[in-house]
């Protein structure tokens, strides 16, 4: 990651200190990553790393150096800790949004995508398309940032966003719940020849390299934008649009 910020951490709500890391810990505070300096950690440290594991919380074992760049200082005492803007939910949250609505699941999955304005707009597109809620994994992904929150305009209050361990595993755990998995892709059949309509989570791969194999292979069917240009993909927060207002369309015409 080198020894610059990256705009997800800039954005962050930044914990130093080791009573305030491990409070922050023990509140259930929603973290997105902890930074540990690397070496042999000694008592209170040892509770910080334990507390993150039990909380499936990202640890990165970092230099002293690295820790004082991320606190302005040497007063961070060996722990760091980036807290998300917003608190995330949790995937039945999102199943239980649609219940109350008496309407089948609409849900989008992301797959590692990395760029804040991308994950807020489409947030915002999922509120406004009546998606029930949002899906990202822990690793190799953006979080709930202050950046996210301007971009989502606001719909990040009203739809609900998880963050899982195993994008994989979660699609398994939902199909066992009813609902059918289309994975964005130019390999696939064009949007107007699928059927979109009943329980649906909409799967869309990160800016660079799509939805991954593993991901993809857990899809029921793959489903293409018909493009006509000169260039072979749509940005990842535009795809989300025009599939998410293809489930509109067809759930509307089945009314």
């Given at each position: 990651m080198g020894d610059k910020f990256?705009?997800?951490?800039?954005?962050?709500?930044?914990?130093?200190?080791?009573?305030?890391?491990l409070e922050a810990l023990r509140s259930g505070r929603d973290i997105d990553r902890l930074y540990v300096q690397e070496g042999n950690p000694d008592g209170t440290l040892q509770s910080i790393i334990r507390t993150a594991k039990k909380m499936n919380i990202i640890i990165n074992f970092v230099s002293r150096d690295r820790l004082n760049k991320y606190a302005e200082g040497d007063k961070h005492q060996g722990a760091v800790a980036m807290a998300?803007?917003?608190?995330?939910?949790?995937?039945?949250?999102?199943?239980?949004a649609a219940k109350?609505?008496?309407?089948?699941?609409?849900?989008?999955?992301?797959?590692?995508i990395e760029d804040p304005h991308n994950l807020g707009a489409i947030i915002r597109t999922a509120n406004q398309a009546g998606a029930h809620g949002v899906i990202i994994p822990k690793r190799?992904?953006?979080?709930?940032?202050?950046t996210v929150a301007r971009t989502s305009?606001?719909?990040?209050?009203?739809?609900?966003?998880a963050k899982v361990t195993n994008i994989s595993r979660?699609?398994?755990?939902?199909k066992e719940k009813g609902i059918w998995f289309a994975c964005a892709d130019m390999s696939g059949d064009?949007?107007?020849?699928?059927?979109?309509?009943?329980?649906?989570?909409?799967?869309?791969?990160s800016e660079g390299?799509?939805?991954?194999?593993?991901v993809k292979e857990k899809c029921d069917f793959v489903v293409k934008i018909p493009m006509f240009g000169q260039i072979d993909s749509l940005n990842a927060s535009v795809a989300a649009g025009v599939l998410s207002y293809e489930i509109v369309r067809q759930r509307m015409m089945q009314k």
């Open positions: 990256s705009e997800n951490e800039e954005e962050s709500l930044i914990i130093y200190g080791r009573n305030a890391v998300a803007a917003y608190n995330y939910a949790e995937v039945e949250d999102i199943l239980n109350e609505k008496g309407e089948p699941p609409f849900i989008i999955v992301l797959d590692d190799h992904a953006v979080g709930l940032t202050a305009a606001g719909a990040i209050n009203y739809t609900p966003v979660t699609i398994e755990e939902l064009i949007m107007y020849n699928c059927n979109l309509t009943g329980a649906i989570g909409l799967v869309i791969g390299s799509g939805v991954s194999r593993l």
